[in-house]
């Protein structure tokens, strides 16, 4: 037996000899569920590993739960900082950046800050879209295997005011360039898609190919196949450490496997440090609540596009959510984001009323947002037995099963479907 080899930053050590051919994944959110699923389907045997408890208030359960090939533009883009900038001085405001002192938040709002151009949003808005509308068919998919509420609808863009309706039929423009089915709608059109609900809005826009599930069972659906195939889900382990074939949990326990794959979320970037690797992510926390018996419920999903407030009919409930705060990893609840969130959705749907909030739980979750609004998807350069797959901010649920599948392919050891130079983990460090 060779001599054991130290991994960098890591104090782990890495024994070359019989390995174990499981596949162990950090996370077990969606995205890692997503992978777990797509490589048990390779016949591959899969440990799952998640810091949180069963159920656990993960960024995946409590979302919008929606699938939008309509958002093709990445969160860095022309006019963000400004507008940013703006919002920070409201504290009902659909972002926020709390500030401390840290030298992460510097460097990845530096980043983010050189990102956001429009070459950049016109070099990833065709990679968004193909990786968009391919998971949307793999969703398709999925919902022939199990059920969690799949709607085909489209989702509707809801515009207040005049001038921001121009500026969304621009980018509607743009999204029929990249071929995908849009309708921009007066306010007559906007009652003939959802007849059932009254809408307070100057127009919007149908983007026909967008959807919307329970998210919840959405998680439970993947959990039971895996289960049923022989996979393992392990909950309450805080993963210290990763090396090349191997993962240290907070307790001392080593795991060894055949190849790590890393989709830790918000906790992606400590991870990734662990292998000698910068990959940057700030958690950017979201709020959602979810009402039982509402006084308006509409067919489609819709966002509310000047509060960026995400409406979804689940079943016969009503999930409200919106707010992106640069926070680290605090989940606490800052109600009067909250308060923001519950305003807009009255405004826009006048059947609601706030008191209909009132008890009900706000749900927190932390997205894990890159610098440049892609996620990063691929090998740890210098490991061979190491992937990452994370980064996806807002986007972790529509685009869970394209990644997935994508890491099974490079697992593999095949190219992968849709090209993923683009979403290097290294392309910060």
Known sequence: MKAPESLAFSGLSYYSGAVNERVIIVGGGVVGLCCAYYLSQEGREVLVLEREQEQGDNCSRENAGMIVPSHFT????????????????????????RPRLSLDLARW????????????????????????????????????????????????????????????????????????????CDPDRLRELDPGVEMN???????????????????NGLKEKLIAVGGELRYGCKVRGVGDGIVELEDGERIQ????????????????????TWVPLQGGKGYSMTLQNPGALPQLCSLLGEAKVA??????????????EICGEDLSINERRVQGIIKAACRVFPD??????????RWSGLRPCSPDGLPYLGRVE??????????????????????????????????????????AVDRFA
Request: charged share 20%; with cysteine; proline share 4%.
């Open 201 to 219: 809005a100057q127009g919007g826009i149908w983007y026909e190919q967008d959807c919307h599930l329970n998210p919840g069972e959405f998680l």
């Open 257 to 276: 496997g055949a190849e790590i794959i890393v989709a830790g979320g918000a906790w992606t970037s400590g991870l990734a440090r662990s292998l000698g």
């Open 109 to 184: 709002g530096l980043s983010f800050i050189s990102c956001a151009n429009s070459r950049h949003v016109t070099a990833s808005a065709g990679l968004l879209r193909d990786l968009q509308l391919a998971s949307r068919e793999l969703f398709k998919d999925l919902s022939s295997h199990f059920d969690f509420g799949l709607q085909r609808r489209g989702l509707l863009m809801l515009c207040e005011s005049s001038d921001f309706l121009k500026e969304e039929e621009e980018l509607a423009g743009k999204a029929q360039e990249l071929g995908l089915r849009v309708e921009v």
């Open 311 to 324: 409406i979804t009919p689940i079943g016969d409930s009503l999930r409200v959510a919106g707010t992106m």
């Open 382 to 423: 210098g490991r061979e037995k190491v992937l990452v797959a994370s980064g996806h901010a807002m986007l972790g649920l529509s685009l869970g099963p394209i990644t997935g599948k994508l890491v099974s392919e490079i697992v593999a050891g095949r190219s992968p479907t849709i090209p993923v130079e683009q979403l």
């Open 74 to 97: 990445p969160l860095a883009a022309p006019g963000v900082v400004t507008q940013g900038l703006k919002w920070l001085l409201d504290a009902e405001s659909p972002f926020y950046v």
């Open 352 to 361: 609601l009323r706030q008191e209909e909030f009132e008890g009900i739980r």
